[in-house]
Nanobody, 128 residues
Framework: QVRLVESGGGLVQAGESLTLSCVAS????????MGWYRQVPGKKRVLVAG???????SYADSVKGQFTIYRDKADNIADLQMNSLKPEDTATYYC??????????????????????WGQGTQVTVSS
């Protein structure tokens, strides 16, 4: 498993930018993807942006062109650059890591039993 530590949330005004950072520790060699989700009270947690180990990147339609996800070369950090923030971007943002088959013997435990690990969440509030 991995432990995820998130940082970078806060209170900003509409139009400003924030960068969220997520650092993974533990079985980082077994990471297949990292991503950011967000959740508002009473609604489901939804994908904002994700990046696989092999360079495939995806974004929610609502943030395309506005948010950018970055992965470092060591593959254990996922940063989310958020520009031109809007009040509707207000949410708790969660980092998620997926562990699975990466072709390494020390990750065999995740081949048949892939897992997702979550961070504790960081609040982003955008005032109008």
């Amino acid at each position: 498993q991995v432990r995820l530590v998130e940082s970078g949330g806060g209170l900003v005004q509409a139009g400003e930018s924030l960068t969220l950072s997520c650092v993974a520790s533990g079985d980082i060699n077994c990471l297949t993807a990292m991503g950011w989700y967000r959740q508002v009270p009473g609604k489901k947690r939804v994908l904002v942006a994700g990046a696989t180990k092999w360079g495939v990147i995806s974004y929610a339609d609502s943030v395309k062109g506005q948010f950018t996800i970055y992965r470092d070369k060591a593959d254990n950090i996922a940063d989310l650059q958020m520009n031109s923030l809007k009040p509707e971007d207000t949410a708790t943002y969660y980092c998620k890591a997926k562990l699975g088959n990466v072709g390494r013997a020390d990750c065999n435990q995740y081949v048949m039993n892939p897992r997702d690990d979550w961070g504790q969440g960081t609040q982003v509030t955008v005032s109008s």
